[in-house]
């Protein structure tokens, strides 16, 4: 079964920093782009990063570019988010996704294949 599963998630202060991982099981993630999505409270969810399956990263949100980080390592079969300089407006339900494709990635949600079931960050003092 193919299963991606976030983690890293918590409770930062403002100003901190989080890495949020995913991990896959049952598939290789050496074949997907990787994207990450985000639902804040009372609000839609949307992508804001993604990453291609040779390593190049895309942020889609101008609130998170300079502050978030993309990576891979396909030795360990993970997806990493490295979030800094979190505030308030970064609390949300984290979610990343797979999406099979031979190039790019995008953060379109349905392109996307496989879900993970999400972890909570909440920027609070």
């Known amino acids: 079964q193919s299963q991606l599963v976030e983690s890293g998630g918590g409770l930062v202060q403002p100003g901190g920093s989080l890495r949020l991982s995913c991990a896959a099981s049952?598939?290789?993630?050496?074949?997907?782009?990787i994207g990450w999505f985000r639902q804040a409270p009372g609000k839609e969810r949307t992508g804001f990063s993604c990453?291609?399956?040779?390593?190049?990263?895309?942020h889609d949100e101008d609130s998170v570019k300079g502050r978030f980080t993309v990576s891979r390592d396909s030795a360990k079969n993970t997806v990493y988010l490295q979030m800094s300089s979190l505030n308030s407006e970064d609390t949300a339900v984290y979610y990343c996704?797979?999406?099979?494709?031979?190039?790019?990635?995008?953060?379109?949600?349905?392109?996307?294949?496989?879900w993970g079931q999400g972890t909570q960050v909440t920027v609070s003092s």
């Open positions: 996704a797979a999406h099979r494709t031979d190039w790019g990635c995008t953060m379109d949600d349905l392109k996307y294949d496989i």
């Open positions: 049952g598939f290789s993630l050496a074949d997907y782009a």
């Open positions: 990453i291609t399956r040779s390593g190049r990263a895309a």
